[in-house]
């Protein structure tokens, strides 16, 4: 937000507010660092998840609480939605389409790939870290195996701040 607004004599911070649609006190505002307590409850919800994926916020803080852990269901339900975590299960119909919603082939089902740059691929990883939690997402050709592009966006908590590395 505040790359997008500058100081400027001629054209205030309210009427830059105005024109981009944000209200001025979000130009101001200063994002709060995690604690070191709860960066160390969301790395203890992450491996709590990867053993256990299919708990959702309930049965985590029941497990937490097991531990020792004096924590709230609020609590977990926030970190969660911060980490991008969620339990996973059955959803009803998910197969199902929407009326009126186009239904595109799957045009690589007949294809032979025979050579590099013929087909393409796409990941996203969730990374956590000693400071918070990164996201890897990698762009990989089908003839290869091998990585062609990835892109790194760190989230870090205790900084408050978002950043993209390109390799």
Not at 68 to 79: D, E, P, S
Not at 109 to 124: A, F, H, N, T
Not at 154 to 166: L, T
Request: net charge positive.
């Amino acid at each position: 937000m505040q790359a997008l607004i500058s100081p400027d004599p001629q054209v205030s911070v309210r009427h830059q507010c105005e024109l981009l649609g944000f209200c001025r006190s979000s130009y101001y505002y200063q994002y709060a660092p995690e604690t070191e307590a709860n960066l160390a409850l969301m790395r203890r919800l992450d491996e709590l998840h990867l053993e256990h994926p299919v708990y959702g916020s309930r049965k985590l803080t029941v497990c937490l609480r097991q531990e020792g852990l004096a924590v709230k269901r609020k609590c977990v339900v926030r970190l969660l939605r911060l980490m991008g975590i969620g339990a996973i299960y059955a959803r009803p119909r998910t197969s199902l389409p929407e009326p009126g919603h186009q239904i595109y082939p799957y045009q690589l089902r007949d294809l032979e790939v025979k050579g590099p740059d013929q087909v393409w691929c796409s990941d996203i990883t969730y990374v956590p870290m000693a400071t918070g939690f990164m996201y890897l997402v990698a762009v990989m050709d089908w003839w290869t195996g091998s990585p062609s592009s990835t892109k790194f966006r760190i989230n870090s908590p205790r900084a408050g701040m978002v950043a993209s590395v390109d390799s």
